[in-house]
């Protein structure tokens, strides 16, 4: 038997537990596909005596990152501590004393993805990311060896399974956001800080990492224009429903002539297509290369088991060498790489709800503002509503027009003395 490859865990939360016990149940199969027995050597955590439901081998546990990063028998670390700090150090510290790092930390590639690279390369080593993205949806892989040969046109997903969560119940109970958003805090959906999830960030840095991979570009992801869900209500929702559409947070990329369109936040997408039809805590990324054509990946987004499934799958492509071959063409950003040019969305159709004052003579005043930025309009929804209503709801759907120019037209009509509370814009997606 060949000797075995021994790995260092770091960080045994919901993903470590579940890397610790696919390992474990799947060493057969496992080494089939490195060719060697990949083991656990030593498990680094935070509190040694906590209980834990899956048992590490040999009880080997430390609260010392030492005990893997000063280890010579250990050739990969799984880097699965979340944030930016300490996580940073330690990974730094982990590449310099010779370990290959797979990670799922999203959040501190999306912030020091440049640095930890050139320290990578400096220690011949690689860092593997497959996790950080899509959870068990194998979208570096696959932009990274089964497109190389494409030039990417366009990606656009869902990325977000909490957000994802929230809406289509949201959709299908007709629930309001903070009776959905309380159900997936306790169905372990959602963290108990929500933020970074709801307020779009989560997509963002991940977004950001898509378009490094399929762009070769570095875009430091608070560049990135985002919306969060906090605004969706069911009027919005009903109204979407009214007009043959759902509302998804969608991340969006596409590369133009000398610059990069990105954008995310809810979309109106019509019904029937495949990200219209992605719901619960799923996935879902479309990527448009030039010789391949569309292709589509779905699947689930977070959890335990998909997000361990990316990180072992990693730590074998990294034992059999096929990471550090992806490294080289993934990882060549330097440290003090420009940010990519950055125009914000591409041209798209919107929805614009607006509550005003019911009084005669307000649409034309409202389609005055988006005409003077070239805006035209597709239609508009206006119900009756009952007499003496204060505001009452309107909804524009316009034809396709830049970014730039409904962002001004939008801050424009705020200031409308007619309109009584802000405007909702979202971009609209036909395909």
């Given at each position: 038997?060949?000797?075995?490859v021994?790995?260092?865990?770091?960080?045994?939360?919901?993903?470590?537990?579940?890397?610790?016990?696919?390992l474990?149940?799947s060493?057969?199969?496992?080494?089939?596909?490195?060719?060697?027995?990949?083991?656990?050597?030593?498990?680094?955590?935070?509190?040694?005596?906590k209980?834990?439901?899956?048992?590490?081998?040999?009880?080997?546990?430390?609260?010392?990152?030492?005990?893997?990063?000063?280890?010579?028998?250990?050739?990969?670390?799984?880097?699965?501590?979340?944030?930016?700090?300490?996580?940073?150090?330690?990974?730094?510290?982990?590449?310099?004393?010779?370990?290959?790092?797979?990670?799922?930390?999203?959040?501190?590639?999306?912030?020091?993805?440049?640095e930890?690279?050139?320290?990578?390369?400096?220690?011949?080593?690689s860092?593997?990311?497959?996790?950080?993205?899509?959870?068990?949806?194998?979208?570096?892989a696959?932009?990274?060896?089964?497109?190389?040969?494409?030039r990417?046109?366009?990606?656009?997903?869902?990325?977000?399974?909490?957000?994802?969560?929230?809406?289509?119940?949201?959709?299908?109970?007709?629930?309001?956001?903070?009776?959905?958003?309380?159900?997936?805090?306790?169905?372990?959906?959602?963290?108990?800080?929500?933020?970074?999830?709801?307020?779009?960030?989560?997509?963002?840095?991940?977004?950001?990492?898509?378009?490094?991979?399929?762009?070769?570009s570095?875009?430091?992801?608070?560049?990135?224009?985002?919306v969060?869900?906090?605004?969706?209500?069911?009027?919005?929702?009903?109204?979407?429903?009214?007009?043959?559409?759902?509302?998804?947070?969608?991340?969006?990329?596409?590369?133009?002539?000398?610059?990069l369109?990105m954008?995310?936040?809810?979309?109106?997408?019509?019904k029937?297509?495949?990200?219209?039809e992605?719901?619960?805590?799923?996935?879902?990324?479309?990527?448009v290369?030039?010789?391949?054509?569309?292709?589509?990946?779905?699947?689930?987004?977070?959890?335990?088991?998909p997000?361990?499934?990316?990180?072992?799958?990693?730590?074998?492509?990294?034992?059999?060498?096929?990471?550090?071959?992806?490294f080289?063409?993934?990882?060549m950003?330097?440290?003090?790489?420009?940010a990519?040019?950055?125009?914000?969305?591409?041209?798209?159709?919107?929805?614009?709800?607006?509550?005003v004052?019911?009084?005669?003579?307000?649409l034309?005043?409202?389609?005055?503002?988006?005409?003077?930025?070239?805006?035209?309009?597709?239609?508009?929804?206006?119900?009756?509503?009952?007499?003496?209503?204060?505001?009452?709801?309107?909804?524009?759907?316009?034809?396709?027009?830049?970014?730039?120019?409904i962002?001004?037209?939008?801050?424009?009509?705020?200031?409308?003395?007619?309109?009584?509370?802000?405007?909702?814009?979202?971009?609209?997606?036909?395909?």
């Open positions: 038997m060949s000797e075995p021994r790995v260092g865990v770091v960080g045994m939360g919901t993903v470590g537990s579940g890397v610790v016990r696919v474990d149940r060493a057969d199969h496992i080494q089939r596909q490195a060719g060697r027995p990949i083991i656990v050597e030593q498990v680094v955590v935070r509190d040694a005596g209980q834990r439901d899956v048992a590490v081998p040999g009880n080997r546990i430390s609260t010392d990152l030492a005990a893997v990063a000063d280890d010579p028998a250990i050739a990969v670390a799984a880097m699965l501590v979340g944030g930016l700090e300490p996580a940073r150090s330690m990974t730094i510290e982990l590449l310099r004393k010779g370990k290959d790092v797979v990670t799922a930390n999203k959040a501190l590639l999306a912030e020091h993805g440049p930890l690279f050139a320290v990578a390369r400096e220690a011949g080593r860092i593997a990311f497959e996790a950080a993205i899509a959870g068990g949806i194998p979208i570096v696959a932009i990274a060896e089964c497109l190389a040969a494409n990417i046109k366009s990606i656009r997903g869902i990325l977000n399974g909490t957000s994802n969560f929230i809406l289509t119940r949201m959709e299908e109970e007709g629930s309001d956001y903070a009776e959905v958003l309380a159900l997936a805090q306790a169905e372990g959906y959602a963290e108990a800080d929500p933020t970074m999830d709801v307020d779009g960030t989560d997509a963002t840095q991940k977004l950001a990492l898509l378009a490094h991979l399929a762009f070769g570095w875009v430091p992801w608070g560049m990135i224009p985002r969060g869900l906090e605004t969706i209500d069911q009027e919005l929702l009903r109204f979407a429903d009214e007009l043959g559409y759902r509302i998804r947070v969608v991340a969006d990329a596409s590369r133009g002539a000398d610059s369109a954008q995310v936040g809810p979309t109106l997408v019509r029937g297509t495949p990200l219209a992605t719901r619960g805590a799923f996935n879902a990324v479309s990527v290369g030039d010789a391949v054509g569309p292709l589509f990946f779905h699947g689930l987004g977070a959890g335990e088991l997000t361990a499934s990316a990180v072992v799958a990693d730590i074998i492509d990294t034992v059999v060498g096929r990471a550090a071959i992806t080289r063409t993934t990882g950003l330097e440290a003090d790489t420009p990519a040019s950055l125009t914000g969305g591409s041209s798209s159709r919107y929805l614009l709800r607006l509550h004052t019911d009084r005669p003579g307000v034309a005043d409202l389609t005055n503002v988006l005409g003077s930025e070239g805006i035209s309009i597709a239609s508009v929804i206006q119900h009756q509503t009952a007499a003496g209503t204060a505001a009452v709801p309107l909804v524009i759907m316009t034809h396709s027009c830049e970014a730039t120019a962002a001004r037209a939008v801050a424009t009509l705020d200031q409308q003395p007619a309109v009584q509370a802000a405007t909702s814009c979202l971009p609209v997606l036909d395909d």
